[in-house]
């Protein structure tokens, strides 16, 4: 595939966290980038001013999803229904399944070159024997996990067609930018004391933001990437007790780690959950959030070590400073 040239690039869920720095990144190479969200998120005012053309809209929207395809020359396929509690189940088969076909549809009908679909290490549930590589068992344990693992079957189904598409699943994801799924993480840790339910010897797979960024620019460069499915993660994965004494020690802080009893806060998950149904919004505490105690994430990345030439630069301890460091700027924690 020729890289060289100046594309138009359609990104999907482009004003999310993973999509935003994306985005960013493709306009620094001088591509033109075409982004459609379902929101406009705190990035849209910056990503305009760099250049980006947005629009809010969903993927089920065929017709919109026809308009923004058309001239494209890559797409990557990021939106998708997440973390969604007590919502229909066809919400989330409507974005991950129907829309994933959507966008391929349109991406085959305006021939496309190169469509890349971000997955999830999810669809591999707990890694009963790590790490687990491309071709471990595939028990997602929740239905966001099912759906997106549904949407890599649609994709397969245009690959036989003879599409040029690439599908990665991200370990854990995390960098500057991301108010949510670290913060939570980094703030207990700040306190001094960590409540570990469970013995904390979970296994845990990171991915800092830049090397997932460099993996879905190989996906869509790499010849080798045609027809293939990767596992993206950092170089190293770590048991529970490491990665939160890691964090204090970023932190400047020596943790204390109190293990508490893991089955008593799983019920109080799903109790929540039902609460919280009746009322239609999300609950402060539910089963897969609870889950991140028990569940293994182990990986192996060497597939798209050898196919891609991806190479996870950024350690563990480099994109924990980096994000301590966003975290305090804009006022996160002190």
């Given at each position: 595939?020729?890289?060289?040239?100046?594309?138009?690039?359609?990104?999907?869920?482009?004003?999310?966290?993973?999509?935003?720095?994306?985005?960013?990144?493709?306009?620094?190479?001088?591509?033109?980038?075409?982004?459609?969200?379902?929101?406009?998120?705190?990035?849209?005012?910056?990503?305009?001013?760099?250049?980006?053309?947005?629009?809010?809209?969903?993927?089920?929207?065929?017709?919109?999803?026809?308009?923004?395809?058309?001239?494209?020359?890559?797409v990557?396929?990021?939106a998708?229904?997440?973390?969604?509690?007590?919502?229909?189940?066809?919400?989330?088969?409507?974005?991950?399944?129907?829309?994933?076909r959507?966008?391929?549809?349109?991406?085959?009908?305006?021939?496309?070159?190169?469509?890349?679909?971000?997955?999830?290490?999810g669809?591999?549930?707990?890694?009963?024997?790590?790490?687990?590589?491309?071709?471990?068992?595939?028990?997602?344990?929740?239905?966001?996990?099912?759906?997106?693992?549904?949407?890599?079957?649609?994709?397969?189904?245009?690959?036989?067609?003879?599409?040029?598409?690439?599908?990665?699943?991200?370990?854990?994801?995390?960098g500057?930018?991301?108010?949510?799924?670290?913060?939570?993480?980094?703030?207990?840790?700040?306190?001094?004391?960590?409540?570990m339910?469970?013995?904390?010897?979970?296994?845990?797979?990171?991915?800092?933001?830049?090397?997932?960024?460099?993996?879905?620019?190989?996906?869509?460069?790499?010849?080798?990437?045609?027809?293939?499915?990767?596992?993206?993660?950092?170089?190293?994965?770590?048991?529970?007790?490491?990665?939160v004494?890691?964090?204090?020690?970023?932190?400047?802080?020596?943790?204390?780690?109190?293990?508490?009893?893991?089955?008593?806060?799983?019920?109080?998950?799903?109790?929540?959950?039902a609460?919280?149904?009746?009322?239609?919004?999300?609950?402060?505490?539910?089963?897969?959030?609870?889950?991140?105690?028990?569940?293994?994430?182990?990986?192996?990345?060497?597939?798209?070590?050898?196919?891609?030439?991806?190479?996870?630069?950024?350690?563990?301890?480099?994109?924990?400073?980096?994000?301590?460091?966003?975290?305090?700027?804009?006022?996160?924690?002190?």
């Amino acid at each position: 595939m020729n890289t060289n040239k100046r594309q138009r690039i359609l990104i999907t869920g482009g004003t999310g966290f993973t999509g935003a720095h994306l985005v960013r990144r493709l306009l620094s190479k001088g591509h033109e980038v075409v982004v459609l969200d379902n929101k406009g998120g705190i990035v849209y005012d910056d990503l305009v001013k760099l250049g980006a053309s947005i629009t809010i809209g969903s993927v089920t929207d065929r017709e919109l999803i026809d308009d923004l395809v058309a001239g494209c020359d890559t797409v990557h396929h990021l939106a998708a229904a997440f973390r969604e509690i007590n919502v229909p189940k066809s919400l989330y088969w409507d974005v991950n399944v129907t829309g994933t076909r959507y966008l391929l549809e349109a991406a085959e009908r305006y021939k496309v070159d190169r469509f890349v679909y971000c997955s999830t290490c999810g669809v591999h549930g707990d890694v009963k024997n790590p790490p687990a590589g491309e071709d471990a068992p595939i028990v997602p344990e929740d239905y966001y996990q099912y759906t997106k693992y549904e949407g890599e079957k649609v994709a397969h189904e245009f690959i036989q067609r003879g599409m040029e598409i690439s599908i990665l699943r991200p370990a854990a994801i995390y960098g500057p930018e991301d108010p949510e799924r670290w913060l939570m993480l980094f703030k207990r840790v700040s306190a001094g004391r960590f409540l570990m339910f469970g013995d904390g010897k979970a296994t845990y797979h990171p991915l800092y933001i830049d090397n997932l960024i460099d993996a879905f620019e190989f996906a869509a460069e790499k010849d080798e990437a045609v027809g293939q499915t990767y596992l993206i993660a950092d170089e190293k994965y770590y048991q529970l007790n490491d990665l939160v004494r890691e964090i204090g020690t970023v932190l400047g802080i020596e943790v204390d780690i109190i293990h508490l009893p893991f089955t008593p806060l799983w019920i109080v998950g799903a109790v929540t959950e039902a609460i919280y149904k009746p009322i239609q919004k999300n609950p402060p505490i539910f089963r897969r959030r609870v889950d991140w105690f028990r569940q293994n994430r182990a990986f192996d990345i060497s597939k798209a070590k050898q196919e891609l030439g991806y190479d996870p630069k950024v350690d563990l301890r480099t994109g924990l400073e980096r994000t301590a460091r966003w975290y305090r700027e804009y006022g996160y924690f002190g």
